[in-house]
């Protein structure tokens, strides 16, 4: 289903955006349901009774206050997507479902989560959070000397291996006022001429700006003509895609091609987004499935470099009393917009209350319950502090990363970095 202004349920893919919509709580009781999923036959067989439970856990908790009609309005979502067969067969590894007044925002995970039903004030967005943290956006350049490809990506990174969800292909512009085309090729910039192998369209980047015009070269060797035709090629699909692809999405930029050429062309680029590590692979023999599999490893490593420069800031931070690990004292400082990054042990869920506006935190004791297996328990009430204070953080501007028990670098589940101003 179709997300729209006027759906009682809304699938939508996750991004951190999304999550952000989701910190300005609705009209109270916000419902927020999780469970974990599966692809195929016969273990997807559970998925459906659990979520009734969990659904029976959240009718529980509104019986103590709300009439019947206004029970089974709120539900709504929820039978919805209880109806819906098709989508009980093409599952992922985790769903979310979070509804208010009557509508409810569904999101497919790859990643399994715990199961959990809570009615509250606000949403319970924590599960999200670490799954978005868990996503790498990214762009693919497949490059040869006759032609340029660019896919943009979703890359998973999860305790059980990273994975490239998909790839798909980016349309370019060659030449202003031409239309968009899936590959760049050297006939853009480079025509070959009897007499002037050498005569160069020149002005028509991507930008569009100068006019068109032609620069003549000499009568070199012929491998010295190709290499200057293809010099000139790889600036051009540099300055493309940079200006059409890298600054729009802002996402790392992977290169794949064989060494000689790679090496060319990250002497002469000067897109910030393109990362160090490329991909030593002639494209050509890769199909889209193939091409998938090559680039998880450089993702995986980039951002295993990127977790430890945040580590590092963090330790650095600390001593120069600029960072902390308590969560009292963290709770106060995102709320005063202090804290720039955030990082928080996955998994990790403290009941308690938070008050948002002095940051003082007040723990519950009471665990939450796996609900899933009978559903005659209310669904939980309280709110889960590590996910109160990571809202709040994103909200105020910060950054979260979320990390396995194992690579945090403290025993409290919580490092803050603060702002220097």
């Known amino acids: 289903m179709a997300a729209g202004s006027g759906d009682i349920l809304a699938f939508e893919p996750l991004a951190l955006e999304a999550v952000r919509a989701l910190l300005a709580p609705p009209p109270p009781p916000c419902l927020s349901l999780y469970l974990p999923t599966h692809r195929t036959v016969p273990d997807n067989a559970v998925d459906l009774p659990s979520f009734v439970h ?14 019947r009609a206004e029970i089974e309005r ?37 990643r399994p989560v715990q199961p959990l039903a809570m009615a509250a004030a606000r ?26 490809r660019v896919w943009a990506g979703r890359i998973w990174h ?3 291996g990273a994975v490239a969800e998909r790839l798909d292909p980016v349309s370019l512009v060659a030449l202003p006022g031409s239309g968009p085309v899936e590959q760049l ?13 050498h005569r160069v369209k020149h002005g028509m980047g991507p930008t569009g700006d100068a006019a ?5 070269g000499g009568f070199g060797s012929k491998h010295d003509d190709v290499d200057r035709d293809t010099e000139i090629f790889l600036r051009h699909v540099d300055e493309i895609v940079t200006a059409q692809v890298s600054t729009r999405s802002e996402s790392p930029l992977v290169l794949v091609a064989a ?19 490329y991909v030593d692979l002639d494209p050509h023999l890769l199909t889209t499935e193939d091409l998938g599999s090559r680039i998880v490893p450089v993702f995986t490593r980039s951002r295993e470099a990127r977790i430890a420069r945040e580590i590092r800031a963090f330790e650095v931070a600390r001593d120069r009393g600029l960072g902390a690990d308590d969560l009292a004292d963290v709770a106060r400082a995102a709320v005063a917009g202090q804290v720039a990054a955030l990082l928080v042990e996955a998994d990790r869920f403290e009941v308690g209350r938070f008050d948002r506006g002095s940051g003082a935190i007040e723990f519950d004791g009471d665990p939450v319950g796996d609900l899933s297996r009978t559903g005659d328990q209310a669904a939980a009430g309280g709110e889960d502090l590590f996910g109160a204070v990571a809202e709040t953080v994103l909200a105020k501007g910060g950054t979260v990363v979320s990390l396995s028990r194992i690579a945090m670098p403290t025993e409290s589940g919580m490092a803050a970095v603060y702002r220097y101003a």
Request: proline share 7%.
């Open 54 to 67: 969990l659904v029976e856990a959240l009718e529980l908790a509104l019986s103590a206050t709300k009439p």
């Open 74 to 110: 709120l539900l709504h979502p929820f039978r919805l997507l209880a109806a819906d067969a098709r989508f009980w067969r093409h599952a992922r590894d985790g769903l979310a479902v979070l509804a208010a007044d009557g509508r409810g925002r569904v999101f497919q995970l790859q």
């Open 123 to 148: 949403f319970h967005t924590m599960p999200l959070i670490r799954a978005v943290t868990a996503l790498d956006r990214c762009d693919v350049l497949a490059l040869t000397s006759r032609s340029a």
């Open 158 to 160: 999860d305790p059980r």
């Open 185 to 197: 090729t050297p006939a853009d910039v480079v025509t070959p001429e009897t007499l002037e192998p």
């Open 212 to 216: 068109t015009a032609f620069v003549h």
């Open 259 to 277: 060494a000689r050429l790679a090496a060319a062309f990250r002497g002469l680029a000067g897109n910030p987004f393109l990362i160090e590590e």
